[in-house]
């Protein structure tokens, strides 16, 4: 069936349930509200405005830009309605606002439209938004691969010299075996020794690199502990330092332990803690100069527990003490030296919710450090 | 009163809402919240003594999804190119939008923005591509919208390049 035809004054109550403002330009630049004035319009008005014509411009810093537009959109003629866009702005008390404008002419009659989007804005923004969130993860995800090529090439150059080391005295060892070279039963075991120092160092490189990896995914497990199962890092440290004097004997370094009396309790492992303090250890080694002392500590406070090594050699320089504890920066590719192992500390240290640090040894050297939580009774 | 309009051009994602919300309201937000189309702000500033009202527009990102819209800058005084330290191809994706609006943007002085710079673990951008940039006449500022690092500093900078004869 066929409705009467609607009242002429029907248009401007859809137009005002829709909560648009419908205005009309005048020659002064200011504009005639014809029918109601949405509450969101008032409320970027200031209170004097409520009654004669409205200077736009003056009242929203968008529609100040977008009128230009609008104006040449007018004057030209041009058919069509001139859509700003949806944009977002804070009215004269502070609250957010997400509006549209659009700019017609009807009969020859100049036309601006100013309400809230007719696209479902948030709809649209939940959208995009969720596909910009694939973006960044993708993103991620490239320069995660992109490090991981530069580790892997750092990696396979670390693994070359002592393979290397290992073949070389594989070699001769087969030679003076098979009577090519005569061979004495002690340079034979000195070239096996050789031999398993170099395997070793693959060993423990790639203990390394499992373990750092291990750790950002450890990195969820809980490690909180109960003092019983808390390792000593006192014990620790004479462990390690054992372990290494062989290598300090190499340079003639001393190594001064300093240690208080009785057992000190961290939160952590007892196998990562040692692997943390071979690394810092075994760095300290390698930059301290012959004949110098390494010093190695435990400090016991209240809370907290604080390791350090210390060493008399060059220090880190200012520029590179920034990128000490990243996982492998870019750039930073020097053989021999695949720079996670500082990595694997720090991302061990947070796990446990401690920290780790560098500072210039006062009087030159290096200072690094580890700050490890009590354990606390539960 | 002098005002100055100044445009966050940038790809999606790289705290250009973020830098505004530090600078003119004083905090942070992890949460993100893509922006559509233009979100506008204003904070006036006192450089030696001159009042001085930057309307910032905050611009949607550009990528495959919205394109920034070339009539938006129009008026614009400055720019701050936006890039998000911890991802290279956001730097790219920055430095071809700046091309792209070459005409817009012409003589429009801005400042190129490495963002997020709390984030050093996942840094990506190295010292030698900064320099590089600089050589190519870019000044270049790291930031942290979530620490605040740098970015009063480097609005203001800016600031003062529109103000200067
Ligand atoms: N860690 C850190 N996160 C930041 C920083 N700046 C922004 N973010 C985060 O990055 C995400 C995106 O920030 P936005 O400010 O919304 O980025 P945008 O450039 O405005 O994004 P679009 O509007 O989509 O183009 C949010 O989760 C922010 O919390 C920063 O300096 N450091
Ligand atoms: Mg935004």
Not at chain 1, 87 to 96: K, N
Not at chain 1, 235 to 244: I, P
Not at chain 2, 58 to 71: C, T
């Amino acid at each position: 069936m066929d409705h009467p035809p609607l009242p002429a004054s029907w248009s401007e109550r859809v137009l005002a349930a829709l909560d648009y403002a419908v205005l009309e330009p005048r020659p002064d630049g200011t504009f005639r509200l014809c029918g109601r004035m949405p509450d969101w319009l008032r409320a970027f008005l200031p209170d004097s405005a409520a009654a004669g014509p409205l200077d736009l411009a003056a009242a929203s810093l968008f529609l100040e830009h977008f009128l230009v537009d609008a104006r040449a959109f007018w004057a030209s003629g041009a058919p069509g309605p001139l859509g700003s866009g949806p944009w977002t702005e804070t009215d004269r008390r502070g609250r957010e606002w997400v509006l549209e404008a659009t700019a017609l002419s009807v009969d020859g009659r100049a036309l601006l439209l100013v309400g809230f989007p007719q696209v479902d804005f948030h709809r649209t923004q939940q959208l995009v938004q969720a596909a910009r969130v694939q973006a960044v993860q993708y993103h991620r995800t490239l320069e995660e691969i992109a490090r991981r090529d530069v580790l892997l090439h750092c990696i396979v150059h670390d693994l070359k010299n002592p393979l290397a080391g290992l073949k070389g005295s594989l070699d001769l060892l087969r030679a003076g075996l098979e009577g090519e070279t005569r061979l004495q039963e002690p340079a034979a075991l000195e070239l096996v020794a050789i031999g398993l120092r170099q395997a070793e160092k693959m060993q423990a490189l790639i203990e390394t690199i499992q373990e750092a990896f291990a750790g950002e995914i450890d990195g969820l497990v809980p490690s909180a502990q109960s003092p019983e199962q808390a390792p000593d890092a006192a014990a620790v440290v004479r462990d390690v330092v054992a372990g290494l004097l062989p290598e300090a004997r190499l340079k003639a370094l001393t190594v001064d332990t300093r240690l208080p009396p009785g057992p000190v309790p961290v939160v952590g492992d007892a196998a990562r803690l040692e692997r943390m303090l071979y690394n810092l250890l075994t760095n300290a080694l390698r930059f301290a100069p012959a004949g110098s002392t390494v010093t190695v500590g435990v400090r016991g406070e209240a809370e907290a527990a604080t390791l350090y090594v210390e060493d008399e050699g060059p220090g880190v320089p200012p520029e590179q003490q920034p990128r000490l504890f990243r996982k492998f920066a870019r750039g930073n590719e020097q053989p021999g030296h695949v720079g996670l192992g500082l990595y694997f500390c720090r991302i061990t240290a947070e796990n446990w919710g401690g920290q780790i640090g560098y500072e210039d040894r006062p009087g030159g050297g290096a200072r690094f450090w580890v700050r490890l939580p009590r354990p606390t009774p539960r | 009163m002098i005002k100055k309009k100044i445009c966050m051009l940038g790809t999606s994602a790289v705290g250009k809402t973020s830098l505004v919300r530090r600078y003119v309201q004083g905090f942070f937000s992890e949460q993100y919240l893509t922006t559509i189309g233009v979100k506008i702000d204003k904070k006036t500033v006192d450089l030696d003594g001159q009042a001085l009202t930057l309307v910032l527009w905050d611009l949607n990102g550009e990528d495959p999804f919205q394109r920034v819209a070339a009539s938006y800058l129009r008026g614009a005084a400055g720019f701050l190119l936006v890039a998000d330290g911890t991802r290279r191809l956001t730097l790219e994706g920055a430095l071809r939008l700046h091309e792209r609006l070459h005409d817009a943007l012409e003589g429009v002085p801005g400042v190129l923005v490495l963002n997020k710079a709390d984030l050093t673990a996942s840094w990506a951008i190295e010292p030698a591509r900064i320099e590089a940039l600089q050589r190519e006449g870019w000044t270049v500022r790291r930031t942290s919208a979530k620490t605040g690092m740098g970015v009063e500093e480097a609005f203001e900078h800016l600031a003062r390049r529109l103000l200067a004869p």
